[in-house]
């Protein structure tokens, strides 16, 4: 049974370009977050999808960000031109449905450094 | 709105010693649930160990341990004979549902390290 799979582990783009991060919950898991780990900090969270569904993105930047989960396929963070403050970790978590007992299960996340 | 702190961003333990991390939260809700989370070096976020608000007796995880005090919003994660592998970031989460959606709001995280 696989855990969250994230892709990819390390990330580098330039400024200006634009960064996808993609997220493959656990299985029978149709909820997906996102959260933001800047570096000696907490996880701060960007936005909470369903399949097809944004449910709540209040944590996520007005611009430049985007999140989508389809009904077939992982779940895409979008960063459009990054800047040097968009480097962090960002790490999709996974729960299922109707659980509310049910921690989040955590990818290895993604490492995006801006340069 | 909801708040979680962690109040000691560093603390260090002798092996085999016991090391309490403190957290404490703010809500109005009265079902929630709390949860402990490592994370040692190789990022990962690990589960360590979950409360229920409406339970009163503490959970229990082999060597962890948290002190649940409702009316005083806080609830401490106990470690009992330290190991090496114990050295991580630890962090505080709460979690409630709310018209259909789940929150969870994290702490900002403990340094722990386990000196041999």
């Known amino acids: 049974n696989a855990g969250v799979m994230q892709n990819p582990r390390h990330l580098v783009r330039r400024r200006g370009q634009e960064a996808r991060l993609r997220c493959s919950p656990m299985k029978g898991h149709s909820h997906v977050y996102w959260y933001r780990q800047l570096p000696e900090e907490g996880l701060k969270f ?15 930047p007005k611009e ?27 790490f999709c978590a996974s ?17 995006l450094t801006v340069t | 709105a909801q708040t979680v702190t962690q109040s000691q961003p560093e603390m260090s333990v002798q092996e085999a010693e016991t090391v309490t991390l403190s957290c404490t939260y703010d809500t109005s ?5 709390l949860f402990w989370y490592k994370q040692p070096p190789s ?45 991580a970031m630890y962090f505080c989460a709460f979690m409630k549902r709310a018209s259909g959606t789940y ?3 994290f702490g900002t995280g403990t340094r722990l390290k386990v000196l041999a």
């Open chain 1, 95 to 111: 729960s299922p449905l109707d659980r509310m007992d049910s921690p989040l299960h955590f990818g290895n996340g993604t490492r």
């Open chain 1, 46 to 60: 960007m936005v909470y999808l369903q399949k097809e569904n944004i449910i709540d993105e209040s944590g996520m």
């Open chain 2, 43 to 87: 990022r990962q976020m690990i589960l360590v160990i979950r409360q229920e608000a409406y339970k009163q007796q503490n959970a229990t995880e082999n060597r962890f341990s948290v002190n649940f005090q409702k009316a005083a919003k806080s609830f401490s994660l106990k470690i009992s004979d330290s190991q090496l592998g114990d050295t």
């Open chain 2, 29 to 33: 809700e009265n079902n929630y649930y």
């Open chain 2, 103 to 105: 929150k969870y709001i």
């Open chain 1, 64 to 90: 430049r960000f985007s999140a989508e989960f389809p009904k077939e396929g992982p779940s895409i963070l979008r960063i459009q031109q990054v800047v040097r403050g968009d480097s962090a970790a960002y």
